[in-house]
């Protein structure tokens, strides 16, 4: 079978898995776990197989005109290379794990059926979207992920929080991709072409006449589909869909379809230099400001949410300084690592009855119950805050070295000012990094107080999901050297300036950590010694420790009422009045009420954009009730008026009919008369 054949089933196996899943949920619900995971598992392998032929090497190009237009041409294309290859294994392998972890994860999940018949669905369109060489049928992938990724994180949509994120997610993307589809349209006018190819070969002539507002438009598109600033914030609220799902749209499809479009197109970003300082000032601003709102969840999930943010926004930092062979490799070391996050705080959140950080630090022997979830997680958290030599290390390395041949000249594919924006946010954002990554395993699994519940033994189907993917995030990082045949042959290997850089801004944010953290406990335990004594003289307590208690007991009620924790089949552990050992609170100091609120940008979008259009709504719709509709009833009114005064000459009365008919010749009689005369004296 040829590569081409091979490359056209990827993403049509998915696909017609999804299609029989539904129609077969409820009439053969035995057919409903074969055909979510078989098809994708498929189409796993091919991707293997079909990045073992490409082998880096020259790209894979085939296309057939799909319909005449007129005008640019529309094809059914396909373009491989060495990214899109790489990126397809990544797709099918998350996929696939993610399907196996759902068969255990919502066993007991009524709408499992439809559930896993989007999942294919949307593993379908993120392959359309990687080995599409036309940009109209790339559109539709990313099209449908949007409708899929409405669907999903809407699962249980008997809650107002899943149904507002849902719509949330929606909306916010939607409002990316208008811009994003005049982008398109321009940059196929220019290059008369929607084939990537095509588009590639005009930016290589220098045939864009427009390419600073193509590049701008697209970019707003890339900035709501990965979730950067400002359009991140469907991203944290999107954690009130089940876990798999997270897992899925932030390691391997939705939020990593943008990133991967810029490196698809990234000639077209770098022919405008404006372009590529708006990306860096974008990432920059994304990756340090998601760091600082990780710092403050008390959601698990929030944290893992606004960590994606920043990951992704390394991603972007990689494309604004030209180096797209970055930005892809810690795309796929990203995927392996966040995957395995968000599935190890799937187990966890099983095992506590809770999202909540906060009352998982009240929990003695949490990691002992689940030792195969705190293992993969403890690997998946040293990748995250890029301690050598685990995956995470070596890529958020490529993105640094990257950032600093830019800064001091030695590349001159972007800016320099552009390098320096991504080098001193990459390495600040490194420190924080560790520092919410060492933040969660600390509060998570070191907790002291009441025992952790014990539930039995997790399934197979979800902890060995976690081993699987514990290999790529420890191991990943070893291919750097060979990597680099597969994209653009430039060096992804560390230098010693970044790797001190870099690994010492990570240790030094996981020790003052542990310190705080260390602070924090003592501070608990204190006040759990003397909670009787607060409690016989509460209102002598102290404004701060009373604060923090009611928080933290505010933060964790709040957790146990999620969505998410609907799954969890056992009872929720109860939670004591005692305050929090949470490092993070003296981190950030008074920073830290803002971070927890996401800096308030809601607020802020609420008061510039939905009020606005809300006032908007009502004065129109004032308008139409009391003007419109008045002219409407006026006509109406008018009509039957009319009608009634006609109505009351009609009495049936031939005497009547007979003595108006004669005033009428009368009265025509005398006007004739007069009119006569008038004309006479004339």
Not at 14 to 22: I, K, M, Q
Not at 390 to 414: C, I, N, R, W, Y
Not at 591 to 620: K, M, N
Request: proline share 5%; charged share 10%.
């Amino acid at each position: 079978m040829s590569t081409t054949t091979l490359a056209v089933l990827v993403p049509l196996l998915p696909f017609l898995g999804a299609v029989a899943g539904l129609l077969l949920g409820r009439t053969a619900p035995g057919f409903v776990r074969p055909l979510a995971i078989l098809p994708t598992l498929a189409a796993a392998v091919l991707a293997v197989t079909v990045a073992v032929r490409q082998g880096g090497g020259q790209p894979i190009s085939t296309a057939t005109e799909l319909t005449p237009t007129g005008s640019v041409p529309i094809d059914l294309s396909l373009y491989i290379d060495g990214f899109a290859a790489l990126v397809a294994v990544l797709v099918g392998v998350v996929a696939t794990c993610v399907q196996l972890y759902s068969t255990a994860y919502l066993r007991e999940d009524p709408r499992y059926p439809s559930y896993a018949a989007l999942v294919s669905l949307f593993t379908s369109a993120m392959l359309l979207v990687v080995y599409s060489g036309d940009l109209m049928v790339l559109l539709v992938g990313w099209e449908v992920m949007g409708i899929c990724s409405y669907f999903l994180v809407g699962h249980y949509w008997e809650t107002e929080a899943a149904r507002s994120a849902s719509l949330k997610a929606f909306l916010v993307t939607k409002l990316g991709d208008v811009p994003f589809l005049i982008g398109l349209f321009a940059l196929a006018t220019d290059a008369g072409s929607f084939r990537i190819t095509k588009i590639l070969g005009t930016v290589a002539a220098g045939g864009l006449d427009h390419p600073t507002l193509i590049a701008l438009l697209l970019l707003a598109g890339v900035a709501g589909k990965s979730a950067q600033f400002p359009l991140h914030t469907w991203l944290p609220d999107a954690m009130a869909g089940p876990t798999p799902v997270s897992a899925l749209i932030h390691a391997a499809t939705m939020v990593a379809a943008g990133v991967y479009f810029i490196a698809r197109l990234l000639p077209v970003f770098a022919a405008s230099a404006a372009a590529l300082i708006v990306m860096a000032v974008m990432a920059a601003v994304t990756m340090v400001g998601s760091a600082l709102a990780a710092l403050a969840q008390d959601d698990i999930k929030r944290v893992l949410a606004y960590s994606t943010i920043g990951q992704l926004a390394y991603m972007t930092g990689a494309l604004a300084v030209g180096d797209r062979g970055a930005a892809v490799f810690h795309l796929l070391s990203h995927g392996a690592f966040k995957a395995l996050l968000f599935l190890g705080a799937g187990v966890i959140i099983h095992a506590a009855g809770t999202n909540s950080l906060a009352a998982m630090s009240r929990m003695d022997g949490l990691a002992k119950r689940i030792p195969d979830a705190f293992w993969t997680m403890t690997i998946a958290l040293l990748a995250l805050a890029a301690i050598p030599p685990f995956a995470g290390f070596f890529s958020k390395e490529a993105v640094l070295v990257a950032a600093e041949q830019t800064a001091t000249g030695h590349s001159d594919l972007a800016p320099s000012a552009a390098g320096w924006l991504v080098l001193v946010s990459g390495v600040l954002t490194a420190l924080l990094t560790a520092a919410y990554a060492a933040r969660l395993w600390l509060m998570a699994f070191r907790g002291r107080g009441a025992a952790a519940p014990d539930h039995g033994k997790e399934p197979l189907a979800m902890t060995g999901v976690l081993w699987l993917l514990a290999v790529p995030s420890v191991a990943f990082g070893l291919a750097a050297d060979s990597l680099a045949d597969w994209f653009d042959g430039r060096a992804l290997t560390p230098t010693v300036a970044t790797s001190i850089l870099g690994t010492g801004a990570a240790v030094l944010g996981a020790m003052l950590t542990y310190a705080l953290w260390q602070r924090a406990t003592a501070r608990a335990a204190t006040a759990t010694a003397a909670a009787p004594a607060r409690r016989a003289g509460a209102a002598e307590q102290p404004a701060a420790v009373a604060a923090e208690v009611s928080a933290a007991i505010a933060a964790a009620e709040s957790a146990a009422e999620t969505p998410e924790v609907a799954e969890v089949t056992h009872e929720h552990p109860a939670v004591p009045a005692v305050p929090a050992a949470d490092p993070g609170r003296a981190l950030l100091g008074p920073l830290h009420r803002h971070a927890a609120e996401g800096f308030h940008l809601d607020a802020v979008y609420d008061r510039l954009f939905v009020r606005p259009v809300r006032a908007a709504a009502r004065l129109v719709g004032f308008l139409d009730r009391e003007v419109v509709d008045t002219y409407v009833r006026g006509a109406g009114s008018g009509t039957r008026l009319l009608g009634g005064l006609v109505r009351r000459a009609q009495t049936g009365n031939v005497q009547s009919y007979l003595s108006a008919l004669l005033a009428g010749a009368v009265v025509l009689a005398i006007a004739t008369a007069v009119l006569a005369n008038v004309n006479a004296g004339s």
